[in-house]
T-cell receptor, first 112, second 114 residues
């Protein structure tokens, strides 16, 4: 059974800091891994999708890495801004099918 | 290209009533997924549908809940005889294929059962 864990559950940093969010999964036979952002009371915005054959993906100030053998992914946010404040979720497909298994999320607060 | 659309955005029902949640996938997407986010909990998969077919309903409660994705029109998640524990945010996502593709999420329907 695939389980996804995110640490820490909450993180507060001053503006300008670089930070790392962690995601771990129990079954390394994943097809891909997706990082999302969720703002309070809103839906999910897809940030990055890493295929199982890739080691990392970059989009602007975001960099996501994937280590299948150790069951880990990290989301690196460079030069954080107050607008980055949100809950960040990672998710993997279950049994290479369509449904996603989500972590509980990391609630990020970036203080001006 | 409009994103995934869900309506209503907010729905209030009294215990025992029915709730109907609608989802229109992105243009060109034939795969629809429903997820539920209970207060203070993570997102949980409910059901995965393609046009006119339910592919995986393993996350959907056996009673009172049903879902469809007809040939024409939006996907519908229907909850009969709602109870307070059904209060949650219900999200719909769509993708062009089931594997290897990003799922795009709608804004959600927030159901409150009084």
């Amino acid at each position: 059974k695939q389980e996804v864990t995110q640490i820490p559950a909450a993180l507060s940093v001053p503006e300008g800091e670089n930070l790392v969010l962690n995601c771990s999964f129990t079954d390394s036979a994943i097809y891909n891994l997706q990082w999302f952002r969720q703002d309070p009371g809103k839906g999910l915005t897809s940030l990055l999708l890493i295929q199982s054959s890739q080691r990392e993906q970059t989009s602007g100030r975001l960099n996501a890495s994937l280590d299948k053998s150790s069951g880990r992914s990290t989301l690196y946010i460079a030069a954080s801004q107050p607008g980055d404040s949100a809950t960040y979720l990672c998710a993997v497909p279950y049994n290479q099918g369509g449904k996603l298994i989500f972590g509980q999320g990391t609630e990020l607060s970036v203080k001006p | 290209n409009a994103g995934v659309m869900q309506n209503p955005r907010h729905l209030v029902r009294r215990r025992g009533q029915e709730a109907r949640l609608r989802c229109s996938p992105m243009k060109g997407h034939s795969h629809v997924y429903w997820y539920r986010q209970l207060p203070e909990e993570g997102l949980k998969f409910m059901v995965y549908l393609q046009k006119e077919n339910i592919i995986d309903e393993s996350g959907m409660p056996k009673e009172r809940f049903s879902a469809e994705f007809p040939k024409e029109g939006p996907s519908i998640l229907r909850i009969q005889q709602v109870v307070r524990g059904d209060s949650a945010a219900y999200f719909c996502a769509s993708s062009p294929q089931s594997q290897g593709e990003t799922q795009y999420f709608g804004p959600g329907t927030r159901l409150l059962v009084l």
